[in-house]
């Protein structure tokens, strides 16, 4: 049985997050050629994951530059692939999730006659500008690729729903669950980061002491909307004198500023550098409450039992907001205040949020990703569907 090549091809945090289980898993199966390009469309975060997962790409683009637009990281991503693709001629090419570079490795393979896989398919707002420019980089993905690793079953549906054969779709629950498995540790040390290792000992010795985690970058919320988040974030501050914000802010000069000039004098607002995912996902473990415009930290709250209040008007990810841990809250300051007050008040609110409840894994989707892959080149037999309500 001849090994199968496959290339994947990614550029952020998120994506490295998410690609790396699966990555380390096929890098251990002797039925692949695993090789890895990263375009760095951020670069230091990138790298970040690369560290901790010990993840070395064959491929570096490296084409993260200042203030960049749209526009130049899909042209600059679109050229170095080509090079990449004819060198490595791989059988199947790998993409993740709803990022630029998404959309020009989908569409990269496309032109080189090379079949997609997309992780994390079928995901939809139904508003093509919201997120923006993610939803579209979804859908244009979905079009060009040619196997679809569907993390739900309603990811399925809305796939099947835009004439998807049904043969190409796979339900493999999603691979950040994966990775939360190998990061988050009860005895998880924060001694890189100075000031979480002396604000969260303090925290955990106040019974009445709150952390409040936020994460907030999303292109859409740039400008007013994030100033909006932000006066809120204040507001809370001010009204409850025992809670502590921390916000790690995203590298981007818009966030920056605008997080800065309404949160950086305030002694309660911890404003980090971005964290390392590692960091991250055992500061998540240890908040009360997450305020976030993320995708991602929609999938893995829930697995750590922490509500989420969604800093967005529409989410492509219903299925925690069906089951009652994730609550859609927009950017309104008023909006956000009050559904944050009343989880802080509210003890039974607060605990029927908390269930933890997860649809989106069971920590086996990179082995159902591997087993689909090896299925449609006749190589195994068609996994089971993950199932939420099924245990593995």
Not at 351 to 368: F, H, I, W
């Amino acid at each position: 049985m001849s090994r199968l090549k496959v290339l994947s091809i990614f550029g952020t945090r998120p994506e490295a997050i998410k690609m790396a289980p699966l990555l380390k898993l096929m890098q251990e199966d002797p039925s692949f050629e695993a090789y890895i390009c990263v375009t760095a469309q951020h670069r230091e975060m990138l790298d970040q994951v690369l560290h901790l997962f010990r993840l070395k790409p064959h491929y570096d683009l490296d084409i993260m530059a200042p203030r960049q637009t749209l526009f130049q990281i899909t042209c600059r991503a679109l050229q170095g692939l080509e090079e990449v693709i004819d060198h490595c001629r791989p059988d199947l090419l790998l993409v993740h999730g709803d990022t630029t570079t998404t959309f020009a490795g989908a569409l990269a393979a496309f032109y080189q006659g090379v079949p997609c896989g997309h992780v994390e398919a079928g995901l939809r707002t139904g508003n093509p500008r919201l997120p923006f420019p993610e939803e579209m980089n979804r859908r244009l993905t979905g079009s060009l690729s040619t196997l679809h690793f569907a993390p739900t079953a309603r990811a399925k549906q809305n796939l099947l729903s835009e004439g998807t054969p049904a043969q190409n779709i796979f339900v493999t629950g999603n691979t950040v669950i994966d990775a939360l498995q190998t990061t988050v540790r009860p005895d998880f040390s924060f001694e890189d980061n100075p000031r979480l290792a002396r604000l969260l000992p303090e925290l955990a010795a106040d019974p009445g002491a709150k952390l409040l985690l936020v994460e907030a970058h999303r292109r859409e919320n740039w400008g007013e909307p994030l100033a909006s988040i932000c006066r809120a974030l204040l507001q809370l501050l001010q009204a409850y004198p025992r809670l502590q914000l921390v916000f790690p802010v995203h590298k981007n000069p818009v966030v920056r500023e605008t997080a800065q000039k309404y949160l950086g004098s305030h002694p309660r607002a911890h404003l980090l550098e971005p964290l390392d995912t590692a960091s991250f996902h055992n500061l998540m473990a240890r908040a009360h409450l997450i305020l976030t415009d993320s995708g991602g930290i929609q999938e893995e709250a829930p697995s750590l039992g922490k509500p989420v209040l969604v800093l967005r008007r529409l989410t492509e990810r219903p299925e925690a907001v069906q089951a009652g841990t994730v609550k859609l809250v927009g950017t309104a300051q008023e909006d956000i205040f009050s559904a944050t007050a009343r989880l802080l008040d509210d003890p039974a609110a607060y605990r029927a949020m908390a269930r933890a409840v997860n649809p989106y894994g069971d920590g086996r989707a990179s082995q159902r990703i591997l087993q689909a892959i090896r299925h449609h080149f006749g190589q195994a037999p068609r996994p089971k569907d993950f199932n939420p309500s099924r245990r593995p």
